[in-house]
């Protein structure tokens, strides 16, 4: 990773002081892999690739495994400002032999490598009885910690192991899962630092797309944490607020008019940054390996017409690109496959945009004082910060202690309204959903975001 200059986003790291900050007493329970073959997904054929997805949702976050067990031939294009990777590298140098064995995406910036690891050490023990099996796995991440989430949880060995042992065929979900769990895309036409400006900051997840043509197969799938905004065929951006479905959104054309330029600093800091889009193509033709590398080229340089901005210096934009080399197809040359390919990586790019859950509607009738009386207290959340609610007349009103991340600015009160199924709504510029939780019949915490992105805090007694 490259030392940069600090930016107005960096404020996901510095502001946050997400690399230090108390740690309540349930931070040594170790959060437990889950994994999930519901919800949207894409089906497929491409039997000699398997897919594995694996998550936290103490995090929440993830990680997403393409396991070949026969091997495939790869190639890397690495055009982001500050890519985060393992051996990367070794796909550089032009073998004409299939060295891939795995290929891992995972959330948890430079911490998920780890996952690679996981997956790695995984397939030694699965094929214990090739004493001489070493497992080409590469691997790439995303930044989906910081700002967005208060929890440390990242993805490790166990989680990789987790997500390889239950790759199948056929078979990817869609949105906020596996390694795009917790991804987002479009801050980079936010400014400010407090909270109400990043109520428009949108969430995006995972996205694949497949196509035949002839004998050949060719499939795209993407993890879309960008800096830039996802935008369909007409140039319009597909998601304009984070806890809304998307509708009158303006065209990119309009976004790229009507903002402000951003500030520099000279501040610097190491580390890595908080955007990134992570790729993979897979194919069975045969290709030798300079057409493999042209086709990561040509794919990935395409993708600029799908996310804007792309490939900046605050991303970390990786692509790699594999065929298992089963098929000749001489209709269709190396030039019209990466064309071809790159129709099916914005396919995917739009895929990766995923279904929020459905708003709660508020209440008509009016909570009894006494009954709201129950949910004050102090609730906090994996990371030290506290959300103390208090009952007034007819609502609930709360304050937020610490840094309060994407969700809640200092020293502000936010009034916190009834809905219906026992939910409640943060009357805020990003309406975020909350729900109270009951342990042994007793209020136990509450629940940011019920759902894919829920975060948990704990009430305090």
């Known amino acids: 990773m490259k030392i940069i200059p600090l930016s107005l986003f960096l404020w996901l790291i510095v502001v946050s002081g997400y690399f230090g900050g108390a740690q309540p007493t349930s931070a040594q329970n170790a959060p437990i892999p889950k994994t999930d073959k519901t919800g949207p997904s894409l089906k497929f054929d491409f039997p000699d690739m398997r897919v594995g997805v694996a998550e936290y949702d103490e995090g929440p976050t993830g990680t997403t495994v393409f396991y070949f067990p026969k091997g495939a031939k790869g190639a890397v294009d690495m055009r982001g400002g500050a890519p985060g990777e393992v051996n990367a590298e070794i796909l550089q140098n032009a073998y004409e032999r299939p060295m891939v064995q795995a290929v891992v995406l995972s959330g948890g910036s430079w911490y998920g490598l780890s996952a690679a690891t996981g997956v790695a050490n995984e397939l030694k023990r699965m094929r214990s009885a090739e004493v001489d099996y070493i497992p080409g796995v590469v691997g790439a991440i995303i930044f989906d910690v910081g700002g967005r989430r208060f929890s440390r949880v990242t993805p490790d060995d166990a989680l990789g192991a987790t997500a390889v042992r239950s790759a199948e065929a056929g078979w990817f979900p869609l949105g906020a899962r596996g390694a795009g769990r917790f991804a987002m895309q479009s801050v980079y036409f936010h400014r400010g630092d407090a909270a109400e400006n990043y109520a428009s900051w949108p969430h995006s997840g995972q996205g694949g797309a497949f196509r035949t043509v002839g ?153 009894r004082p006494e009954t709201l009386q129950e949910f004050a207290g102090s609730y906090e959340f994996y990371g030290g910060g506290k959300l103390v609610v208090s009952a007034q007349s007819d609502s609930l009103r709360a304050t937020f202690e610490g840094n309060g991340r994407m969700y809640f600015d200092k020293d502000k009160t936010y009034t916190i309204t009834p809905a219906e199924n026992g939910l409640f709504i943060i009357e805020s510029p990003g309406r975020e959903v909350l729900r109270f939780d009951e342990s042994g019949g007793k209020l136990s915490g509450l629940t940011l975001n019920p759902g894919p992105w829920a975060l948990k805090a704990a009430k305090k007694l």
């Not at 790229?256 to 992570?278: C, D, M, R, S, Y």
């Not at 990561?296 to 340089?301: I, K, L, R």
């Not at 934009?317 to 089963?326: C, P």
């Not at 496959?337 to 009738?365: G, N």
Request: net charge neutral.
């Open 215 to 367: 004998p050949t197969k060719i499939g795209v799938f993407t993890v879309v944490n960008a800096l830039g905004s996802i935008v369909d065929r007409n140039g319009i951006t597909v998601r304009c607020g984070r806890n809304d479905a998307g509708q009158n959104c303006p065209s990119i054309a309009d976004k790229l008019k009507n903002f402000p330029p951003i500030k520099q600093t000279t501040a610097e800091t190491g580390g890595p940054t908080p955007n990134t889009t992570i790729t993979l193509i897979v194919t069975n033709q045969k290709l030798p390996f300079f057409a493999l590398q042209r086709l990561a080229t040509q794919v990935h340089s395409s993708m600029s017409r799908a996310i804007q901005p792309f490939a900046t210096a605050m991303d970390g934009d990786i692509l790699y690109a594999v065929t298992t080399d089963e098929v000749e197809n001489p209709s269709l040359n190396a030039t019209d496959l990466s064309v071809i390919a790159s129709e099916v990586a914005w396919d995917a790019i739009l895929a990766s945009v995923p279904t929020l859950p459905e708003r709660p509607k508020q209440l008509t009738t009016k909570p």
